[in-house]
């Protein structure tokens, strides 16, 4: 997979710029969109539920913005997901022009699909380390440790972007169905709500769930200042790299037939 990209960064980076550029086409101020758009927002969430609701995280301390950033701090890896998750059935649909083209390196697709991602992601991380040095004034020394956790991240991000873009192609419908699995995973992943808020009988079935435990272990290290365990670590690349391995075989081996479908 890594020969293929560097063989085809050129394009790979080219599609993707284009995919970014798109989204702000026509407007003014382009690309800062993309910073603006969350910072507003974190902002909103910081009065609705700071000011309106008063809601505090578990144990933690309230404060102006505490629970804003707690919940960013999980919106963010949840929304890298949901979007490689939601664009993925349509990529090539969507492009039948490139489909049809023999000399067209498909794989380049998915790959411009999850920079364009990985580049929102980025942004909204930035904007969630300012948020925590203003609402907290420090950052744990945990963050050290993100990169580690960021490896099998984007993993996951890429793998569902080329299973679900190889499913697209055969069931259309899938692309009606991600939306509803975007909103019922939204509310049984702890976004809105910490672990510790679920009766412990549904803790563990909650753990099941994969959005879970990426959430909460990111924000444990972005937040609360708590490593994972080299054990949760094993299992998270394990998995990861499992669900990649398999979902590049789907769709090597079903690429050779999207032309006909589409």
């Known amino acids: 997979m890594l020969k293929y990209f560097l063989k085809n960064k050129t394009l790979i980076f080219k599609l993707a710029k284009r995919d970014i550029d798109s989204k702000y086409k026509g407007s003014v101020i382009g690309g800062l969109w993309a910073v603006i758009n969350p910072v507003v927002m974190l902002c909103v969430y910081s009065f609705v539920f700071s000011e309106v609701f008063k809601a505090k995280w578990g144990a933690l301390a309230g404060g102006k913005g ?13 929304n890298f997901l949901a979007e490689c998750l939601s664009r993925g059935p349509v990529i090539f649909t969507s492009n039948v022009n490139y489909v049809k083209k023999v000399v067209f390196p498909l794989g380049c697709l998915p790959f411009s699909i999850f920079l364009s991602a990985a580049f929102n992601f980025l942004i909204n991380f930035a904007i969630l380390l300012v948020a925590q040095f203003i609402v907290f004034e420090s950052i744990p020394i945990t963050i050290i440790y993100f990169p580690l956790f960021l490896i099998p991240l984007f993993v996951v991000g890429f793998s569902l972007i080329t299973l679900f873009s190889t499913i697209g192609v055969y069931f259309r419908d899938i692309a009606q169905a991600v939306p509803i699995i975007i909103t019922f995973l939204m509310f049984l992943s702890p976004i809105f709500y910490p672990l510790s808020a679920i009766p412990k009988s549904f803790q563990e079935v909650m753990l099941y769930n994969p959005l879970a435990f990426l959430i909460d272990n990111a924000r444990g290290i972005l937040i609360f200042g708590k490593n994972m365990s080299l054990q949760g670590y094993a299992i998270l690349y394990f998995a990861s790299f499992l669900f990649l391995i398999v979902s590049m075989k789907v769709f090597q081996k079903a690429k050779k037939e999207f032309a006909d479908v589409l």
């Open 66 to 78: 505490t629970f804003a950033v707690v919940l960013f701090s999980g919106l963010i890896v949840f």
